[in-house]
């Protein structure tokens, strides 16, 4: 396969060619390979299915945002940003993260013996604002997606409802759940190897 | 038919972490095993993946299925150089723990115990916490995989020097990154889109 788009996670880890880390990443190709196909499946599909790519990307913000990770949140809003027609959701978009930051994970056990590791935290809603600007759709999305991010084991069957009454089919979920799941392990191989490539290059200084 | 939640009725469904060959059911519908094309048998990678009710209703989206599976493959599997097996499986049940997930921690520390014969160290995990003593390695190991796991991750250089001075070289640190990582991806579908079963008798 050919394709124009660098490597992500080297690009925003910071990892240079001939370093330490891409030597690194080159005794795991196949990790390498498949971490930039999970993202070219999500961002840049054959078919789009369910989702639009302007959800896919705001939706990727979003979780680069609530993470705190201003270089992701750059990288992912940046083609909206481009584009005359989508620039408006940025704006929306950086008001939505900045009322929904929290530090996770947290949430409930099914009651039993866990019950007390339960941790409350808060629970986010798309302001009516947002939710004008977005529709139901997006909005729906988003709030399901600050779910998955800090408080995963609250998730249930009603939260899957919420979708669907908004307009999301099983194949759109399928796909949501996979874009929140695969940006959060992409911002963790990122944060952990960039610090990774950092100190190696102290190392040898 | 239109799209619908499933809402399981389990009886004594799992509450606590366990190491036992628990199950999973999804809330919703997964494909049916004869509506399987050509196309997602390629997305589950393994025909017999096609058993699985996770799977097939992952198989929505074959592409990103099919790069998730080998992303998963190669993380764990691929051990001829870099950190043991047993470690890569005790940052991902250290990950799962942490997370909450009761599913992901019971598959992945029956490998760590299996892989390590360290079962009770394991076990210690599971019931106790991941601040619980395991010794200076898997310590680290845990610290740094817990680390990774919060929202903001605080994986820090401090993590770094504490896995170097336990005897982990680069790759091997780069080892638990991913390991603790991809659980990170793991963890968020399976507490999403199911729940665990009890263990068949």
């Not at chain 2, 628990?22 to 997305?43: F, K, N, R, S």
């Not at chain 2, 099919?66 to 764990?76: C, G, N, P, Q, S």
Request: glycine residues 6%.
């Amino acid at each position: 396969m050919t394709t124009s788009t660098p490597d992500i996670i080297d690009l925003l880890a910071g990892i240079k060619p001939g370093s330490s880390l891409d030597r690194i990443r080159t005794q795991r190709p196949e990790t390498r390979e498949q971490a930039q196909k999970s993202y070219l499946a999500l961002f840049e599909p054959a078919t789009l299915s369910d989702v639009s790519l302007v959800e896919r990307q705001a939706i990727a913000s979003f979780v680069a945002g609530l993470h705190r990770q201003p270089d992701i949140f750059e990288f992912y809003v940046s083609p909206l940003e481009e584009s005359e027609k989508n620039r408006w959701l940025v704006e929306v978009l950086k008001a939505e993260i900045g009322a929904a930051q929290a530090v996770g994970p947290y949430g409930r056990y099914p009651a039993g013996p866990l019950s007390i590791e339960d941790a409350s935290g808060p629970i986010y809603r798309v302001s009516d604002a947002g939710r004008d600007a977005l529709g139901e759709k997006l909005a729906a999305a988003l709030e399901h997606t600050h779910l998955l991010v800090f408080h995963l084991r609250d998730a249930s069957p009603k939260a899957l409802q919420a979708l669907l009454d908004a307009g999301w089919t099983t194949d759109g979920i399928v796909t949501l759940s996979q874009l929140v799941s695969f940006v959060a392990f992409q911002i963790r191989v990122i944060a952990g190897l960039g610090l990774l490539a950092a100190s190696a290059r102290r190392a040898a200084a | 038919m239109t799209d619908h939640i499933i809402t399981p009725a389990i009886e004594s469904r799992p509450v606590a972490f366990t190491q036992a060959e628990i199950g999973w059911t999804p809330w919703l519908e997964p494909l049916a095993e004869d509506d399987l094309t050509e196309a997602h048998l390629v997305g589950l990678v393994e025909a017999s993946r096609a058993k699985s009710p996770y799977f097939r209703l992952l198989v929505r989206d074959p592409a990103v299925l099919e790069a998730r599976t080998k992303t998963d493959k190669d993380i764990f599997y691929n051990t001829r150089t870099g950190l043991p097996r047993a470690e890569r499986e005790l940052a991902a049940t250290a990950a799962s723990r942490s997370n909450g997930c009761i599913f992901c921690a019971s598959v992945h520390s029956r490998f760590a115990s299996h892989h390590s014969k360290r079962g009770d160290d394991v076990q210690k995990l599971l019931d106790e916490g991941v601040e619980t003593d395991l010794g200076e390695r898997w310590n680290a190991i845990v610290a740094a995989s817990v680390a990774l796991t919060a929202t903001p991750p605080t994986f820090g250089d401090d993590h770094i020097e504490r896995l170097s001075a336990a005897g982990l070289d680069e790759l091997e640190i780069a080892d638990v990154i991913h390991g603790a990582a991809f659980f990170n991806w793991a963890n968020r579908l399976m507490l999403s889109l199911g729940e665990p079963t009890p263990a068949v008798q």
